[in-house]
């Protein structure tokens, strides 16, 4: 298993486990996070109007407890997303069996779900799978990680430590979603795990605005899912002073929790489906902000673009024609468009027009599996990044016989 | 050369050309349309920011002059887009020499392009052309269909004839653009000449109605070209009595315009690049006109859908996922959806949820070229429909090497 390389450690009081409990044929499918103290939690869920089951279950739990969850019951393979009335009952009765085998409130445990839409849980699978998640809560969050993949080719799983006024704080990540031209089903999950000691506003705030700039880049063309969630969980083990907003200590937690997310996002940018290439888009000088981001997103989500990159063709005219329909209003004459990566780095556009340059070279810079797309706009301050997979045959074959 | 099968008269007045100038290496690249009499005009052009220097012409000409344009030239193999200033000037001298050639007024000339972003015109070939063309005006319009194609793999031409007060009028479209899924190079091109008589504003109001429900339904995503226009002229030869809007005869040339849209965005949508079936959306019962546009092209251009359809896999969860996303504001809960083609139809969800069905039938249905998803909103009286291809290995193939 790739990913898998990587050493990673786990934060004061945690446990994880994976198992298989049927609802997939073989692989995995069900993943517990559980936390010895009581957890501030913060969340983000799907912006898609048709919200599965344990999303609408989630948003009323942190509506009354934002500061004692302690665990997190995940599955794969069925979403229990359009699954009406009884699709909320077994959101709700795999919160209560959670707490019964953990001996914990039923209104400490999240649920999450992702796989097939339109089809019901299999219950009596998924509460055995339970009991016997519970056995195996280890310090492996390997095991979990595995269990919320779907298409996805390899696990996804980032750990960050920082020192808050001299104590160790651990954040993990573990992230799952490969469709990312469009999320497959299209479910992009990522549950984080630290033991620092967190004002729940502050957590909130760290991590709407990190999410913001990492997986709301990379879920780039607004095919979002019934099932998207980010969760963060903070125990507050470590023993730091309390982490309050802009606060020094508030900063430095920050960028700790936005590291592991960046470096999730773009995980899950090269797990593709079929993808070959992870593209970067960088959008610089934009007159503002919203504008930086529409303009990066565009190009990013371009199936035109995503193409060219595969054939590495240097076809720099769909970048311009992505950034004038993305919605943003700005001067097409003063565009600057580069094309970079670990072989080099070539002018391809100057002031909105294209000019002679080099096409081996650029051939050779888009042969790379990370590309680069610079926008110069000269007309401002603001920037922002995406990212993109590669649009291959491979996707279309994935995609075409999903449920089959 | 399929599509030539059709038996198409031609507007009183009107002669057409297609030659081969040496954009392209070999095939047809340089097309012009003739009226004898002024014709009276009205145009819609892309919405994209970066426009193309022969539409940022195109508009100049339109606002001082609406009722004596004589001749339309148009070029595929380059698009002159992104070509500042010497791009302008090139689509000025293209109008010139048209004008020139066909001893007309310089500003009753419009101008239009399609091919490669970037790269400028080789304006002795072109001038050259405009002489061989002009030579060749007749009444045969398929020279010029075939010499606005580009990855086009069929000519797409319909002609209606009505009859206003006893006078038939022949309305003629000829239009190019495969790649639907999103438009190669973007672009879509459509020219519509017709010897109505017909006051200016109600020629314009005929035209924008009419392109918001055809082209403007079939190019999905947003991923709108640098050069897109539909023009119409109209030379008044018929010898109707002249329509004003809001008559009845207003209506009947609407619909004579309107079918001949209708038919061109589905030959567009058929002839996607790699394109194996036609997906039609219909939203009934929606809550207003707004949302269902909205939800009908969200569903038409999600790549999960256009997957599930080539690989017929009724994915419905895809369809309420995608509506989910559109932007519109609805109640989930009411949804039902049914699939649709020449072999039957199936519900396959109701009320927002799943329901069994037979999986046979469905992939017979899907089996179709044409397959209807028919998503009843059950919450209010609009409806819209939007069309689109399904996506295959080959659009990838087609796209990934485009300028080489």
Not at 330 to 341: A, I, Q
Not at 343 to 367: D, Q, T
Request: hydrophobic share 40%.
């Amino acid at each position: 298993m790739k990913g898998a390389e990587e050493e990673v450690g786990i934060p004061k009081g945690f446990k994880l486990a994976g198992v298989h409990c049927g609802i997939k044929k073989k692989r995995k499918d069900l993943g517990i996070v559980y936390s010895e103290a009581p957890c501030v939690a913060a969340a983000v869920f799907t912006t898609n109007l048709v919200k599965a089951a344990p999303l609408i279950y989630d948003v009323e739990v942190l509506k009354v407890n934002r500061t004692n969850i302690r665990a997190i019951t995940v599955n794969s393979g069925v979403a229990n997303a359009c699954t009406g009335v009884q699709g909320l009952k077994n959101a709700k009765r795999t919160a209560e069996k959670t707490a019964e085998v953990l001996g914990i409130p039923t209104e400490s445990v999240l649920v999450s779900s992702t796989g097939v839409i339109g089809v019901q849980l299999p219950m009596e699978k998924l509460e055995r799978g339970i009991e016997e998640a519970v056995k195996h809560l280890g310090e492996d969050p390997i095991p979990f990680a595995e269990a919320i993949m779907t298409t996805d080719t390899k696990i996804k799983l980032h750990e960050r430590k920082v020192l808050l006024g001299g104590k160790e704080v651990t954040v993990l990540g573990v992230a799952k979603g490969s469709g990312m031209i469009h999320p497959n089903m299209a479910t992009m999950l990522s549950f984080l795990i630290t033991d620092a000691r967190i004002d729940p506003k502050a957590l909130e705030s760290i991590l709407r605005a990190s999410v913001d700039d990492t997986y709301n880049m990379i879920d780039v063309d607004g095919d979002t899912s019934t099932n998207d969630m980010v969760v963060i969980l903070a125990n507050g083990l470590a023993g730091n002073v309390e982490i309050h907003e802009d606060t020094d200590e508030y900063w430095k937690f920050f960028e700790a929790v936005h590291e592991v997310n960046t470096v999730l996002a773009r995980k899950i940018v090269e797990d593709g489906e079929g993808a070959t290439k992870v593209i970067e888009v960088v959008v610089l000088h934009a007159p503002d902000r919203a504008s930086a981001r529409k303009i990066a997103r565009a190009i990013a989500s371009s199936n035109l673009v995503k193409t060219a990159i595969y054939g590495e063709d240097a076809n720099w005219g769909r970048v311009f024609a992505a950034a004038g329909y993305s919605g943003a209003v700005f001067d097409p004459g003063k565009l600057d468009l580069y094309f970079e990566s670990e072989h080099g780095r070539e002018l391809v556009a100057m002031n909105g027009e294209g000019i002679p340059f080099n096409e081996v070279k650029v051939r050779e810079i888009l042969s790379a599996s990370l590309v680069r797309i610079v926008l110069d706009m000269k007309q401002g301050n603001a920037s922002a990044t995406a990212w993109g997979s590669d649009l291959t045959e491979k996707y279309v074959e994935i995609n075409g016989r999903y449920r089959t």
